[in-house]
């Protein structure tokens, strides 16, 4: 059941990184701290590729903050396409959960 699980981790980590960056820039360290404490497990190469390709696809925005740990770091954020496709994702997830609650009922 564990793999079955795992699958479906797989497909939600998109719109989980979405969510974890409504409302506040983060860096992707913050990003994969968030998701962990949520106890969606994710691994940095993972996150970072998909965050790189959200950001290729117009879905997020990015500005270089100074850091007072070290280098510079990439704070991302939903852009307007993004917050679009995050309240798609929702929708359509509620959706499901309901679908689910209801059959066989």
């Known amino acids: 059941m564990e793999s ?3 699958a479906m981790r797989r497909g939600m980590l998109e719109p989980v ?24 497990p994710v691994q940095d190469g993972t996150l970072h590729p998909l965050l790189n390709r959200l950001r290729r696809e117009g879905l997020l925005t990015y500005e270089w903050r100074e850091s007072p740990s070290g280098p510079p770091r990439k704070y991302l954020a939903l852009s307007d396409e993004g917050r679009a496709q995050l309240a798609q994702f929702r929708d359509y997830f509620r959706g499901l959960a309901t679908m689910i609650e209801s059959i066989g009922r």
């Not at 409302?23 to 968030?34: D, M, P, T, V, W």
Request: charged residues 25%; hydrophobic residues 50%.
């Open 4 to 6: 079955k699980f795992a």
């Open 17 to 40: 990184v979405l969510a974890a960056l409504d409302g506040e820039s983060r860096y992707a360290g913050e990003i994969a701290q968030l998701l962990r404490d949520a106890q969606f």
